[in-house]
């Protein structure tokens, strides 16, 4: 994991010549939730598993599990709400 | 043997590029730096060389351009000049936070407003902060040879940053003077080809260039990027060294010229270096006055111990400065002079002059009136106003 290698607590020196990152998808160890004010709140009830607030995501933050269900990747949603927007069934609300 | 010619600074610019054979040059016609990718546009149509030349359709998009064929591991450069140079700012910065070693031939001309296409420092000056090594000439010769030498220090591994080499718009650009040519080969030689440790088109060894990167990384960054720029003055002068040897021309941060004995120092960047050379001879042959020269060539990094070495034993030092940064009180060159004189606790007066703005012409005659000025300071200890004009009607 390239955070073992530099990290928030990592001097001047160990950063590369340019920023330069040798490894893919290191975005999943950067944590860009914390900028959310809203978070989705699911209701498992309402929910007939349709999936049509995954592909909406513009963060790729819905992950459907092997049960086939949906779950919030809540190091990366930013709370914008689409999500709620999009479902037919009110099955995602937004709370501060 | 090497080769006399008679070139302008843009040809001679051209020429250099020519022996070098870079692999990319993305570049926009601006006036009168238009001549040099228009040189190069013959050369590749000629079958000189087989740069990839990129038409493109604006300086935002040339820099652009150059700096993903440089991520991409290619000998990478353009041309530019003035509002050119303006219209790149943006990615002046992330050429050079990308550690990517472009080479950028800038004809320094006057930015507007007023509208006004002549000599002057302001679009270089205005771009020293960006992270850019920058390398200034006196003559086509010289601009010349600061080319040959720029891949080499941009490109060492220690260095990592991007290089602009300057002349002075006109005056050099398009005066023709006699020059001396290296040999093909031993440019060749000394050039070599650019051998990237990390480079995009590395299909060993994906790599992703110029991550965001937040308030917990761009402090390091910049830490960095200063760390080149240290780095950079010792490979500067190691290339040039190394360049003495196929040329026979020597080069440093900057040339004391009759600085060994003297008490009144002018202290000037490019072309009029050349004039107040011709007026400390005259000042030297008739009043015996002991008045030097030191001209800077590398403005970055910054030399301050070095130039402040250089001026220890002077009574009185003139500043002058061929662009405005509006602080009301200096130019850049008198500002960072002043601060390297001040922390090796030089004593001397030291006045600061602006001159030469939007191609005014600066002679002989005032280069004497400077110096005059000069003994009037080491005398009475007195300067009158610290940000003067030459040439300014008042």
């Known amino acids: ?96 | 043997m090497s080769i006399r010619e008679r070139l302008s600074g843009n040809e001679a610019v051209a020429y250099a590029i020519k022996q070098i054979n870079p692999d990319v040059m993305p570049a926009f016609p601006i006036t009168p730096s238009t001549e040099i990718p228009q040189y190069v546009a013959s050369y590749i149509a000629n079958g000189d060389i087989d740069t990839e030349f990129i038409h493109v359709e604006s300086e935002h998009s040339s820099m652009s351009a150059a700096i993903g064929a440089s991520a991409a591991g290619a000998r990478t450069l353009t041309a530019t000049s003035s509002c050119g140079l303006a219209l790149m700012w943006e990615e002046l910065y992330v050429a050079a936070s990308d550690r990517l070693p472009i080479v950028l031939a800038l004809v320094n001309r006057a930015l507007s407003g007023p509208i006004n296409i002549n000599a002057d420092h302001s679009d270089s000056m205005g771009a020293r902060d960006s992270g850019w090594i920058q390398i200034y000439a006196e003559s086509n010769q010289e601009a010349y040879d600061n080319f040959l030498q720029s891949f080499k220090i941009a490109e060492n591994k220690d260095v990592m940053l991007p290089v602009m080499i300057c002349q002075d718009g006109f005056i050099t650009s398009h005066g023709v003077e006699n020059i001396e040519l290296v040999e093909d080969e031993l440019v060749k030689e000394f050039a070599g080809e650019r051998k990237p440790l990390h480079y995009l088109l590395n299909e060993k060894e994906p790599m992703a260039i110029g991550p965001y990167a937040v308030s917990n990384y761009y402090m390091e960054s910049k830490r960095g990027q200063r760390q080149a720029m240290l780095n950079a003055k010792k490979v500067i002068l190691s290339v040039a060294e190394e360049f003495e040897k196929i040329s026979g021309r020597k080069y440093g941060f900057f040339e004391e010229y009759r600085m060994e004995d003297a008490e009144y120092a002018i202290v000037i960047i490019g072309s009029a270096a050349g004039t107040a050379k011709a007026a400390i001879e005259e000042i030297r042959n008739t009043t015996g006055k002991k008045v030097g020269l030191v001209k800077i060539r590398v403005f970055r990094p910054f030399p301050d111990e070095e130039i402040a070495e250089a001026l220890k034993n002077v009574k009185a030092i003139a500043i002058l400065d061929r662009s405005e940064m509006f602080s009301a009180t200096g130019g850049p060159l008198g500002a960072e002079v002043t601060a390297a004189l001040y922390r090796a606790k030089v004593q001397a007066e030291v006045v600061n002059y602006i001159y030469g703005l939007g191609g005014r012409d600066i002679t002989t005659d005032d280069f004497h009136k400077v110096y005059e000025e000069l003994y009037r300071m080491a005398e009475t200890h007195e300067v009158r106003d610290n940000y003067r004009y030459i040439g300014l009607r008042e």
Not at chain 1, 34 to 61: G, N, Y
């Open chain 1, 1 to 96: 994991m390239i955070s073992d290698k530099i990290n928030e607590n990592s001097p001047w020196q160990d950063l590369t010549e340019g920023n330069k990152l040798f490894e893919a998808a290191t975005s999943r160890e950067f944590k860009t939730g914390e900028w959310r004010t809203q978070r989705p709140v699911h209701d498992a009830e309402k929910c007939r598993d349709c999936f049509l607030c995954v592909p909406v995501c513009p963060d790729m933050s819905i992950l459907v599990t092997k049960e086939e269900k949906i779950e919030f990747d809540m190091d990366h949603c930013k709370g914008c709400g689409i999500c709620a927007k999009v479902c037919p069934f009110n099955a995602i609300s937004m709370e501060v």
